[in-house]
């Protein structure tokens, strides 16, 4: 009997591994196989962007939907962090995943939930957007702070000779922000000299990843400046003069976002500390990556004016490290970029958006949500829209246009003054604090980024 038993144990254990292995044969497919059949069965164009080799997809064939190529991929590419992102209906790649990148179906949803959660009454709003301000000024200051521990707080400012043009002035500045670590930029000022006590609105331009000594560049400081306005453009970290110091792989660091906060401090600190600066007219004003900045930067209550400029989405959250490598959406158990902008109600907010990239659904989707958010704040009419559905991503001269506008508007200035032909276009070489290839950088300066630890470590004891 015991003999009968181990023999029926044995035979059993065989039928189970057997089973296992047809199982598994059966049912493992590789992900080029499911992908390709996928393709054949939609017949839809797949291109593969992602890397295939050794990936297999367990129970293959149970993870396919005959009605949707959609929730298909889906099933399947999760198991890799993969995604399919739709070029048209017969044509989708499939790329890695992405945390700040959504499906516009997904922004919708988001939009629809936080509208209807904490949006229905002024009450629950300003609950909502203190909370959002709250929160994504603890996680700015939070990674910024060891920074800040090291800035170096009594450095002046180095200002060099003013250049006058045709109504404004233009004059290069460095501030050291950490010990031998410069950030330099220009100003761009209204040449009329000031009557007694009067003092200028101020607008800060994070230039995105289009550095500072391009002709659209130029040409709106310039133009700001004949406005009447301040206007002060500096290196984003890792491009121009930064990427002298720390060189250019800094950018893909999430140092490149941390400093690039401390930079916009430090520069509205020194703003705000001048004489001939209005801090009732405060802006924030750039594109792109640096349109994320405005919004996240624009939390600082003293900017009493942003101007986001192709950038604010509510499924697109900014991919590069410089916007997005600290998570901010996680904050107040998930936001967007959307409500960042909206912590600015009651205060006037433009909105720059064009029809080729993740800003083209603003008309029917982020706008009415500001529109309803300011609504409860009695502040429509300090909300600014300026949507260009034929164009695509770039700070052109009709999007230039718009920002003159939005801050004559906002700040009470003459919009015809922002004439671009009166521009004088400047070398780069003139706009540079180092000279050409840094040959003016001090003895001292930082020269590497990896140096920047240690030598801030040495640098700050030795300041105290
Ligand atoms: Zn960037």
Redesign the pocket.
Known sequence: MKRILTGLLVVCTCLTAHAQYNYEATHRKSLDQVIRELSARFETRLKVEVDTVGKWVPQADSRIRPYSIEESLNNVLTLFNYKFVKQNPRYYKIKPYEPHRRLPEEGRKLVDYLTATHYQNRQTAEERLDRVEQEVSAIINREILNLRVLTVQDAEPVLTKKRKYNGYTVQNFRIETLPGLYLCGSIYAPSQKLKEGERLPVVLSPDG?TPRYLHDNQARMAAWARMGIIAVAYD?VGYGESALQLGEQV?HSVL?QQMQWMNTQILLDWMLSREDIDPTRVGLCGAS?GGTQTMQMGIDPRFTAICPVISLSAYFDGG????SAIYLPAAADGCCNVELAAVHAPRPLGVVSDGKDWTAHVPELEGPMLQQIYKLYNAEDQLYFYHFPNEGHDFGYNKRKAVYDFFARVFGLDVTRADETKLTLEPMEELLLFGKGGSLLPAEAVRSVEELPRYARERAKSLR
């Open positions: 990843h984003l950018h490149a990556g590069c490290p410089c916007e």
